[in-house]
């Protein structure tokens, strides 16, 4: 097992092998084994929570690391929290109030100037419907997954937590 003298700061991925994926104070992020031995750690920026892709990738922010600890690419921005769509798609919000896409190379697909948190990750339907705090978190927006506008519903008081999807899809 291992020991670390920096706190853990964000919620752990797991993988599908039962690795350990984490990100603590240090700005390192950390993978371990099924057993809890150290396999890598990377330094970065991660300000934020990670989400595993289906080939193993870990995705943060604005980067992408492989299964075996080497960076896959990144983008320097400021980094926050990202929702993973069919094929591997990232969504997430920028600090310019945009959501944004990106696929799993790292190629930027679209942006939507959304005017909301970037503190809230985009809840993703199975249909890949987004669903993202706009206008200030005054609404709730709709998007397509190939970032079409959709429909938005007006809250009246701000949204305070990240929409969710329902075991229904709503």
Do not use: H, N
Request: overall charge negative.
């Amino acid at each position: 097992s291992c020991s670390y003298a920096a706190q853990v700061l964000r919620s752990p991925a797991l993988g599908a092998g039962g690795e350990v994926y984490f990100g603590s104070e240090d700005d390192a992020l950390y993978a371990l084994s099924s057993s809890g031995q150290m396999e890598w750690s990377y330094m970065t920026d991660l300000s934020t929570d990670i989400t595993l892709g289906s080939d193993g990738t870990v995705y943060g922010g604005y980067f992408a690391i492989r299964s075996d600890g080497a960076l896959r690419w990144s983008y320097q921005a400021r980094s926050g929290p990202v929702a993973l769509g069919p094929g591997d798609t990232l969504y997430k919000r920028t600090w310019l109030s945009y959501l944004t896409a990106f696929s799993s190379t790292g190629s930027f697909i679209w942006s939507y100037q959304a005017y909301g948190s970037e503190s809230f990750t985009p809840a993703l339907s199975s249909d890949g419907t987004l669903y993202a705090p706009i206008s200030s978190d005054y609404a709730l927006g709709v998007f397509s997954s190939s970032g079409t506008f959709l429909w938005s519903y007006a809250t009246g008081p701000p949204l305070l937590a990240q929409p969710v999807i329902g075991s229904e899809g709503c």
